[in-house]
């Protein structure tokens, strides 16, 4: 069940924040999510993250990465009461453009095959957690 209060909206169903931040917050009839990564909720697992044991990455699959971060988008999307469809703006962040882009692009032409949002795609030294991608995504509420 989705939480919302005056300090933001909080999934039920996306990885927890890794900071003290929420999932999103909605100011009038826009909704800002904070940046979504691709962990799971349920596991410490990172979908197609192979770690060493001092926890630096050995190997990822950024198409296993960017199924989980479409999915952990769309549940917050929903669950604040929006939809995939009105998401409007993206910032992505790769870690490694040159040899990411092409499988991230790619997917994301299928996933907003429909809905073309405004897209920003930076290239990013590292990210909080031991991940490829992120996304910071704006929509619209009905």
């Known amino acids: 069940m989705m939480e919302k209060s005056d300090k933001g909206i909080?999934?039920?169903?996306?990885?927890?924040p890794v900071g003290a931040y929420p999932h999103a917050r909605q100011v009038g009839s826009l909704l800002f999510l904070s940046g979504v990564g691709p962990r799971s909720r349920i596991s410490k697992e990172i979908p197609g993250v192979t770690l060493?044991?001092?926890?630096?990455?050995?190997?990822?699959?950024?198409e296993a990465q960017c199924h989980s971060v479409f999915q952990n988008v769309r549940y917050i999307v929903e669950e604040a009461g929006s939809k995939w469809e009105n998401i409007v703006d993206v910032t992505v962040f790769l870690t490694n453009m040159k040899d990411d882009f092409s499988t991230f692009n790619r997917l994301y032409a299928e996933y907003f095959e429909d809905n073309q949002p405004c897209r920003t795609t930076l290239e990013i030294n590292c990210l909080p957690t031991p991940i490829a991608i992120e996304l910071k995504c704006i929509a619209t509420m009905e």
């Open 52 to 62: 060493n044991p001092e926890g630096k990455i050995i190997s990822y699959d950024i």
């Open 10 to 16: 909080h999934s039920s169903q996306a990885p927890k």
